[in-house]
């Protein structure tokens, strides 16, 4: 999937002929041909043309506006798409088949923290980790039994709280403490990335659950609202932490995140600057391209989560398909 990213400030993007151009100032950042792309995020303030705009729609790629920190405003899309007739299905799954998904959701996540924490702890045992580990065992075997999304829901946040206690003993950079998860604002660098990662991921799942038809609005673990599409907060879970918590450890790690060039405060808040933004971007990009399946093949990440939406539209049309989440091994 082809994304125009535009994170630095005060950009401008016009149509010449078939290919978009950020400039900014009198600089060209980019040209990209339009039938390359897929969708556009533009961070903070830049501007796009009118006639920019009326073409992007016209070959359906949407546009999504966010803030520095990756926080959606608002997405404009084409007024042909359109959920209806998923949407009625989705409307006609009952209670029992979405709290079996709701249930596999949420055991996938905590399975994958658990993986994620354990592949972890043989790198650098820690008793902290070693007890999160065996605390979200413990959670996967009551959500297996749970009865209710508010029980699951508890647990879900349980076994958050558990592993990110345990996230800062993987840090190995003097320079990156983490504590606890804040997120609005975050907290410190840590958390200013994980924050901006969870929302570039979850644009990107939001547009490939439209590019197949679903109504992101009907979803079977969180809840709906006009101003939150809850279908990518459900089929996001299950790749946090594959995607991007791998990604944030990995870039504090190896030291490519510089603490003193790559962020910015204000608002009481910690955020990526216009630096690291471009190179958070430039990374997660990389960690998209290539991924090793459950069934040992290699494939790119955007097929590995654009099947696991195809698989949750098979179930929409076959609630007896019940829909797995991807799980790491």
């Known amino acids: 999937m082809r994304t125009l990213y535009v994170s630095r400030q005060g950009c401008y993007i016009s149509l010449k002929a078939e290919t978009l151009i950020v400039k900014q100032g009198e600089n060209i950042q980019a040209e990209v041909q339009l039938p390359l792309i897929e969708q556009i995020l533009i961070f903070g303030k830049s501007q796009i043309t009118t006639q920019a705009i009326r073409s992007c729609l016209w070959r359906d790629i949407p546009i999504a506006y966010l803030s520095r920190m990756g926080y959606c405003y608002g997405r404009l899309m084409p007024i042909e798409r359109g959920y209806r007739q998923l949407s009625r299905y989705q409307q006609l799954l009952t209670t029992t088949d979405k709290l079996i ?176 933004r471009t190179k958070y971007i430039k990374y997660f990009l990389q960690r998209l391209e290539e991924v090793q399946n459950q069934e040992e093949e290699k494939q790119p990440r955007w097929d590995l989560i654009t099947q696991q939406i195809k698989n949750f539209k098979d179930f929409v049309y076959q609630p007896t398909k019940t829909y797995q989440p991807y799980l790491i091994r």
């Open 101 to 276: 998904v709701a249930q596999n959701i949420v055991i996938g996540k905590l399975k994958n923290s658990r993986t994620f924490l354990q592949r972890q702890q043989r790198r650098n045992p820690s008793t902290t980790t070693e007890m999160a580990i065996k605390s979200l065992a413990v959670l996967i075997q009551k959500a297996q039994e749970s009865e209710n999304i508010e029980r699951l829901m508890g647990l879900e946040g349980a076994g958050a709280a558990q592993y990110f206690a345990a996230f800062g003993e993987c840090l190995n950079n003097p320079n990156f403490v983490f504590l606890a998860r804040s997120r609005r604002p975050p907290g410190n660098s840590v958390n200013a990335m994980l924050s901006f990662g969870y929302q570039i991921l979850w644009n990107h799942i939001l547009t490939l659950i439209e590019l197949q038809g679903l109504d992101p609005y009907y979803a079977c673990l969180h809840q709906g609202t006009e101003r939150h599409a809850a279908l990518a907060s459900d089929l996001i879970e299950e790749f946090r932490t594959p995607i991007i918590d791998s990604l944030v450890l990995w870039l504090i790690n190896t030291k490519v995140m510089n603490i003193n060039e790559d962020f910015e405060y204000y608002n009481s808040g910690c955020y990526l600057n216009s630096s690291g």
